[in-house]
């Protein structure tokens, strides 16, 4: 295929939300503020874990502060540029930002669907295992468990990447969307695409999938493992932070990825949830359930007073 028949088109529009100033204004500042929630909320308890010896010392909080820089990273990849287009009437995105958000986008999705999956083995490990605990879930393999996440979420991404770039784009240049994804991508190159979104769908949609198994799967191992009604409640209340992160996250995954790219009219809402509402939603679901972090979120602030 000649090369720069590829390249012909250099820039697409995204579609956005509206094109009604009033509306845009009024969805800048609920975006704005999901996005300085979501900075304060998940720094916060980054911060805390660090400073708390405790926490920094617990495998469950080292993973929970891996999953608030994830949060921050997911959500950085998609919101600024949304922000950024409320005030513009052609919301342009140059092919290779398109591309670069794309990759970004999957890279650090990718890792975060895994870092969760760690995290409900290491739920299992507390609850099942727990005298075991903290010598099968040590520092190292901790840490050798999210670097491992982080090489899946470039793996999986690079192919993504791959896939879209070798496809030509000459033609339609609007994509359906507030940010550059796959789907709506693909749908704009001038060729044959139904191999490259099989290829596509096995690869995002079946990572999905399997991984929202799997975690669904672990935590039901888990209560099924445990005799009394006391630790089934326990186990419950441990589990259910996780279970609402894992259903928030993955639910909309596997509805955007998990299926032919065909176009619905509430992508745009379910792109929503999993690029901005979770990120926002995460650290208030582990906090306002976890007495320890809440305890040493008000140390924290005691000593800032203090130091102050």
Request: aromatic letters at 14%.
């Amino acid at each position: 295929m000649d090369k720069n028949q590829t390249e012909v088109v250099r820039e697409f529009f995204l579609s956005g939300f509206s094109q009604t100033s009033s509306i845009e204004a009024g969805l800048f500042v609920l975006f704005l503020f999901f996005y300085v929630s979501i900075w304060v909320g998940n720094v916060l308890i980054m911060v805390t874990v660090a400073s708390d010896k405790y926490l920094n010392s617990s495998p469950m909080y080292f993973l929970l502060g891996n999953l608030s820089f994830l949060d921050l990273c997911y959500s950085t990849v998609t919101t600024p540029k949304l922000l950024a287009d409320f005030f513009n009437h052609e919301k342009l995105i140059s092919y290779d930002q398109c591309i670069v958000q794309l990759f970004f986008l999957h890279f650090v999705g990718a890792a975060e669907m895994f870092l969760l999956t760690v995290m409900a083995y290491d739920r299992y490990v507390a609850i099942c295992r727990p005298l075991h605990y903290t010598t099968v879930m040590s520092r190292g393999l901790c840490c050798v468990l999210v670097a491992a996440s982080w090489m899946g979420g470039f793996v999986h991404s690079t192919v993504q990447t791959i896939l879209t770039i070798h496809l030509p784009f000459c033609g339609p240049n609007q994509v359906d969307n507030f940010f550059c994804d796959v789907p709506p991508v693909i749908k704009l190159a001038c060729a044959d695409t139904f191999v490259i979104e099989l290829l596509m769908v096995s690869n995002s949609g079946l990572i999905s999938t399997i991984s929202f198994v799997v975690l669904i799967s672990s935590y039901t191992t888990i209560l099924v493992k445990i005799r009394s009604k006391e630790g089934r409640r326990k186990a419950l209340s441990t589990c259910a932070s996780h279970l609402m992160v894992v259903t928030l996250f993955f639910g909309p995954c596997i509805f955007i990825y998990a299926r032919p790219f065909s176009t619905f009219s509430v992508d745009k809402m379910v792109s929503v949830l999993y690029n901005v509402i979770t990120p926002m939603l995460n650290p208030l679901i582990y906090t306002l359930r976890n007495k320890e972090v809440k305890s040493a979120m008000q140390k924290l602030w005691v000593k800032i007073i203090t130091f102050r």
